[in-house]
Nanobody
Framework: QVQLVESGGGLVQAGVSLRLSCAAS????????MGWFRQTPGKEREFVAA????????????YYLDAVKGRFSIARDAAKNTVYLQMNSLKPEDTAVYYC??????????????????WGQGTQVTVSS
């Protein structure tokens, strides 16, 4: 079992940066695909970013929602068992609850909600114009 706790959300103005953290406990995430999703009221949970450092070479790397490419960056600190989402040049449309997720597998389906086994409780990000 993996427990995930997100932090770093808040209320910010458009154009600034935030860094979300996802601290994992229970066991190492070294064999997990890690992802970030977001959700707004009345909408389905949306893929934001994922990082895959195992499995087939063709599946390894970081993946992003087109709308955040060039602004967001996902990274892992293995020593801290933590994954980060650096969010730059925030826009009002980035407002959402952001969730961290972990999957006990590698693969090319890391954009899918049902690919993941563990979820955090979410952290609110609100971007004002």
């Amino acid at each position: 079992q993996v427990q995930l706790v997100e932090s770093g959300g808040g209320l910010v103005q458009a154009g600034v940066s935030l860094r979300l953290s996802c601290a994992a406990s229970g066991r190492t995430i070294s064999s997990c695909t890690m992802g970030w999703f977001r959700q707004t009221p009345g909408k389905e949970r949306e893929f934001v970013a994922a990082i895959n450092w195992g499995g087939r070479w063709s599946d390894r790397g970081a993946y992003y929602l087109d709308a955040v490419k060039g602004r967001f960056s996902i990274a892992r600190d293995a020593a801290k068992n933590t994954v980060y989402l650096q969010m730059n040049s925030l826009k009002p449309e980035d407002t959402a609850v952001y969730y961290c997720a972990a999957a006990d597998r590698w693969g090319s389906s890391s954009r899918r909600v049902d690919f993941y086994d563990y979820w955090g409780q979410g952290t609110q990000v609100t971007v004002s114009s």
